[in-house]
C-alpha cells in the first residue's frame, strides 16, 4: 500500500472519528465546509460530544489539518466523503450534499487517486450518482474489474459507517468495518487501510454494491424490529395490558430480541430504509413490510399525544393551555443531535390540542433550538400538569417528577414513578 495522504470530508459524528483514528499513522487533513465547525474544532472542542479536548489536541500534535479551503486538499491522494445522506419533503434520497461533495473531490482528483465513500445509500448509487460526478469533473476514467487499467484513471471504495452516536462502549475501532473497492487489487488496499486502525477488524466484500446494500439493511432492520414492538404497544394498550411487563416476561426466554418502543428519529433509523424503498420501486418493486414498519414508527407521536389526552381527559384536566414538561429532545440518549427527532413532531401534536409545552434537554442549549426549550433552574414541577420523559439521558435515570398533581407518562420505561408507559 501506497504511503497514503488522506483526507476527510465531512467532520460530523462520522468523519471526525474517523480523522483522528487515522492521524494516528497517516498524514490526515480534515475537511468540511463549515467554517464555524472547522474554528470550534481547532479551539479542541467538538460539539457532537464524540471527542473530547484531549482527543483533539492529541490528533493535533500528530499532525491533523483541519480545513474548510479546498486548496488545501489537493496534495491528498486519498479522499473519504463522509457527508449526510437526508430525505427531500417527499421522502425521497436528497443527493445534494454527496454530490457536492463529490464535485469537491472531482475538481482535485490527479491519476491514481482513491475515493472512498461511507455515506449511507441504495446499492448501486456509488457508481451511478458519484462516479459519473468525479468522472465529469475530474476528467479522468473511473478504473473497474471491467477494464484494463491503462491509462488516467482513480479507484473507488465504499466502507459504511458504523459510527453509533453517544456510545462510548461501541466506539470506531471497536466495530468491524465493511469494505470494498472497485477492482480486486484496490479492495484489498482498502481493506488493509481500514485494518490498520479498526481492532476489532475488517470484513472484505465482493463489491461496492453490497457493501452498499450491508449497510442500508442495517437500520431498515431495527427500525422494523421496533416497529414492531410499537405495534405491540398500540395493541396492548387497547387490550389494557403493561407492554413492558410483556416485553420482560417474553425476554427470559435466550433468542427473544430485546427491542423497546418509543419515538423513531435521527439520520439514520427514520431515513435509511427510504433509500432502500426507493431504488427498489425504480426497479419496480413495491415493498410493502419497509414501508408498513416506517408508517408505524412515524405514527407514534401521535399515539403518544392521543395516549397522554385521554388519561387528562380521565382526570377531568383541562386540555387547553394544560402545561406540558417533556424532558429530552434529541434523537436519542446522550446524543446532542436533534436531527429527524419525532420529539418535535410530539410538541406539534400536543400544541394542536391546546396544550402549552416546555422542553428541557441538558445536551441542547435553549436559545439554539425553539420558543419551547427551558433551562434546568426554569423547572417547576408543581406547574405542569403533564410531564413526558421523552429521552432516556443518563440526567433522566434518577429522576422524581411525579406529584398528586400531575400525570407522569414514561416513554422509555426508566422512571420508577409513572403513570403511562408505552
Not at 471504495?157 to 452516536?165: D, H, K, M, T, V
Request: net charge neutral; with cysteine.
Amino acid at each position: 500500500m501506497k504511503n497514503r495522504k488522506i483526507c476527510i470530508i465531512g467532520l460530523g459524528y462520522v468523519g471526525l472519528p474517523l480523522a483522528v483514528a487515522f492521524a494516528e499513522k497517516y498524514e490526515v487533513i480534515g475537511f468540511d465546509i463549515s467554517k464555524s465547525r472547522i474554528n470550534e474544532l481547532k479551539d479542541l472542542h467538538d460539539n457532537t460530544n464524540e471527542l473530547s479536548s484531549k482527543e483533539l489536541k492529541k490528533a493535533i500534535d500528530c499532525g491533523i489539518k483541519f480545513s474548510n479551503n479546498k486548496i488545501d486538499i489537493k496534495e491528498s491522494n486519498t479522499y473519504i466523503i463522509t457527508v449526510p445522506t437526508p430525505l427531500t419533503i417527499n421522502k425521497n434520497p436528497d443527493f445534494q450534499p454527496l454530490i457536492s461533495a463529490s464535485q469537491s473531490v472531482g475538481s482535485v482528483l490527479k491519476n491514481q487517486d482513491l475515493v472512498i465513500y461511507e455515506s449511507t445509500v441504495y446499492p448501486g448509487a456509488t457508481e451511478e450518482i458519484c462516479v459519473p460526478i468525479l468522472e465529469k469533473t475530474s476528467k479522468l476514467t473511473y478504473i473497474n474489474n471491467t477494464q484494463k487499467e491503462n491509462g488516467l484513471g482513480f479507484y473507488c471504495g465504499y466502507s459504511p459507517e458504523r459510527i453509533n452516536p453517544g456510545d462510548k462502549i461501541h466506539t470506531l475501532k471497536k466495530i468491524i468495518k465493511v469494505t470494498s473497492g472497485s477492482t480486486d487489487k484496490i479492495a484489498e488496499e482498502v481493506d488493509l487501510l481500514y485494518s490498520s486502525i479498526i481492532t476489532a477488524g475488517t470484513h472484505k466484500v465482493s463489491s461496492i454494491k453490497v457493501a452498499e446494500a450491508s449497510k442500508v439493511i442495517e437500520n431498515t432492520q431495527r427500525d422494523l424490529n421496533i416497529a414492531f414492538v410499537n405495534e405491540l404497544a398500540i395493541i396492548f394498550n387497547f387490550l389494557k395490558i403493561n407492554t413492558e411487563e410483556v416485553l420482560k416476561a417474553a425476554g427470559t426466554k435466550w433468542n427473544f430480541l430485546p427491542f423497546k418502543p418509543g419515538l423513531v428519529g435521527g439520520h439514520c433509523i427514520g431515513i435509511d430504509p427510504y433509500y432502500l424503498t426507493f431504488k427498489a420501486q425504480q426497479c419496480g418493486y413495491e415493498p410493502e413490510v419497509i414501508l408498513a414498519g416506517r408508517k408505524i414508527n412515524d405514527y407514534m407521536p401521535v399515539f403518544v399525544a392521543n395516549l397522554l389526552i385521554k388519561e387528562m381527559v380521565a382526570r377531568d384536566f383541562k386540555i387547553k393551555n394544560s402545561r406540558v414538561l417533556i424532558y429530552g429532545v434529541t434523537f436519542k440518549e446522550n446524543c446532542p443531535d436533534i436531527r429527524n427527532s419525532k420529539v418535535f413532531d410530539l410538541i406539534i401534536e400536543l400544541e394542536q390540542f391546546g396544550c402549552l409545552v416546555d422542553v428541557y434537554d441538558p445536551l441542547i442549549n435553549p436559545v439554539d433550538i425553539s420558543s419551547n426549550m427551558i433551562s434546568k433552574e426554569d423547572i417547576i414541577l408543581d406547574n405542569y400538569q403533564s410531564i413526558i420523559l421523552a429521552v432516556a439521558h443518563n440526567e433522566f435515570h434518577e429522576l422524581n417528577v411525579k406529584t398528586e398533581k400531575n400525570i407522569v407518562f414514561d416513554l422509555k420505561s426508566i422512571l420508577k414513578n409513572k403513570d403511562l408507559s408505552l
